[in-house]
């Protein structure tokens, strides 16, 4: 009788250990997940109307509307798929930028060109 008895508790103090170490591991878990603020990134299109290399804007149209976004030191920007300077950007060139609002700035997060089609 003394060995299942010992058996049963051995069990229920095995089940015990279990259920407070997941139970412990949930709430580290729970504290660990600190509220994220969400960065809300736009997209506009739209062709290279100016660029000042000293201020690092762009501007950019799309019909009668224009955008200035101010280029980042980790602003990415490509031309074909390639990576490029800020310097080898063009006026005319057809332009996707990805950006996001900073106070009242636009900011360029990545700047993604062509050449513009010909018409």
Same mark, same amino acid.
């Given at each position: ?17 279990? %259920?407070?170490?997941?139970? &412990? *591991?949930?709430?580290?878990? &729970?504290?660990?997940? &600190? +509220?994220? *603020? ?8 739209? @062709? ?12 950019? *149209?799309?019909?009668? *509307?224009?955008?200035? @976004?101010?280029? &980042?030191?980790?602003?990415? /920007?490509? @031309?074909?798929?390639?990576? /490029? +300077? ?23 997060? %990545? /700047?993604?060109? %062509?050449? +513009? +089609?010909?018409?």
């Amino acid at each position: 009788m003394s060995k299942s008895l010992l058996r049963a508790v051995t069990i229920i103090l095995t089940i015990v250990a279990f %259920s407070f170490t997941t139970t &412990a *591991q949930r709430q580290s878990a &729970a504290r660990s997940k &600190a +509220p994220v *603020q969400e960065i809300r990134h736009e997209k506009f299109m739209g @062709f290279v109307e100016a660029f000042d290399e000293a201020t690092r804007e762009v501007l950019v *149209q799309r019909n009668r *509307q224009t955008m200035n @976004f101010s280029v &980042a030191d980790n602003t990415k /920007i490509y @031309f074909d798929k390639k990576a /490029i +300077p800020l310097d080898k950007l063009k006026i005319g060139m057809r332009a996707t930028v990805e950006y996001r609002e900073e106070g009242d700035r636009l900011v360029a997060e %990545s /700047i993604y060109l %062509s050449t +513009p +089609p010909f018409c």
